[in-house]
């Protein structure tokens, strides 16, 4: 069974940092993309930060500058450096992931999700 587990949400103060991991594990023959998302109360979930095909990092507008993506492919990892954090960036953080798996005597195709995180940024 694939799954996501994302780690080191916690409550910030303003201009802080966290560091957020994602480690997939399972019946997996590759990764195509890996990828992170946010919800805030009230609001839908929102592109965070991803790879382009050619694997460069994306970022959302709000985030470019201050949050750096990054990739261990050897650990199934990846990471989401947050600096400069601010109140807005208070949400649940979720990590994406396009695999190719081995599941029910099949090969398949498909987007996997964490659980995710709570990131909370407070004075």
């Known amino acids: 069974q694939v799954q996501l587990v994302e780690s080191g949400g916690e409550l910030v103060q303003p201009g802080g940092s966290l560091r957020l991991s994602c480690v997939v594990s399972g019946s997996i023959v590759h990764i195509y993309n890996m990828g992170w998302y946010r919800q805030a109360p009230g609001k839908r979930r929102e592109l965070v930060a991803t790879?382009?095909?050619?694997?460069?990092?994306d970022y959302t507008d709000s985030v470019e500058g201050r949050f750096t993506i990054s990739r261990d492919n050897a650990k199934n990892t990846v990471y989401l450096q947050m600096d400069s954090l601010t109140v807005e960036d208070t949400a649940i953080y979720y990590c994406?992931?396009?695999?190719?798996?081995?599941?029910?005597?099949?090969?398949?195709?498909?987007?996997?999700w964490g659980q995710g995180t709570q990131v909370t940024v407070s004075s």
């Open positions: 790879f382009t095909s050619g694997g460069t990092p």
């Open positions: 994406n992931a396009d695999l190719r798996v081995w599941e029910s005597g099949s090969y398949h195709r498909d987007d996997y």
